[in-house]
């Protein structure tokens, strides 16, 4: 059983938007905070943003900062990327991820469940 899974992956013109969404199970959402990262073609998976559990605090990479906006629901056990002002160099396939109770915020490696990943491409 997945404890992660994305949606609202598309294609898009640059310029446009799009809302992804990621749904997990109560187990794995309750009391931890959350993330985005995102994998294009021949690179590294990078950091996109961060949701504290409370959603008071947020972390967003600088190259998002102002156009993305991360979000949660935790009745809903469901955290949401609002991507506006898309651009081809956002293209890739998005994650979410929990963020373990330690390390830092932008490392793979302090994240623990991942989702399936939703493919999002941005036209020039």
């Known amino acids: 059983q997945r404890q992660l899974v994305e949606s609202g992956g598309g294609l898009v013109q640059a310029g446009g938007s799009l809302r992804l969404s990621c749904a997990a199970s109560g187990r794995t959402f309750s009391g931890y905070a959350l993330g985005w990262f995102r994998q294009a073609p021949g690179k590294e998976r990078e950091f996109v943003a961060r949701?504290?559990?409370?959603?008071?605090?947020?972390t967003y990479a600088d190259s998002v900062k102002g156009r993305f906006t991360i979000s949660r629901d935790n009745a809903k056990n469901t955290v949401y990327l609002q991507m506006n002002s898309l651009q081809p160099e956002d293209t890739a396939v998005y994650y979410c991820?929990?963020?373990?109770?330690?390390?830092?915020?932008?490392?793979?490696?302090?994240?623990?469940?991942w989702g399936q990943g939703t493919q999002v491409t941005v036209s020039s």
């Open positions: 991820a929990r963020n373990r109770l330690s390390g830092s915020y932008n490392s793979t490696s302090s994240y623990d469940y």
């Open positions: 949701i504290s559990w409370s959603g008071s605090t947020t």
